[in-house]
């Protein structure tokens, strides 16, 4: 995989990156008791050299309940 983010801390981040399937990129906001990321992908999934690529998308939702 090649490619760049910046501030896993930081209140907004942005990814975007490369594989042999295609291209990567994602979202994400901080926030001190909620978080919310979003991400893109390919991925070949394929069987014996016939490629397929399967375009994905995820949503992480994170609330942080731990005392501080």
Avoid: C, H, M
Wanted: hydrophobic share 35%.
């Amino acid at each position: 995989l090649l490619g760049s983010e910046s501030g896993e801390r930081a209140t907004f981040g942005l990814r975007a990156g490369y594989n042999s399937a295609g291209v990567s990129l994602g979202a994400q906001l901080n926030f001190s008791l909620f978080g919310l990321q979003y991400a893109s992908y390919a991925e070949d999934v394929g069987l014996n050299n016939r490629r397929v690529i399967d375009r994905r998308q995820e949503v992480t939702v994170k609330i942080d309940i731990s005392e501080r």
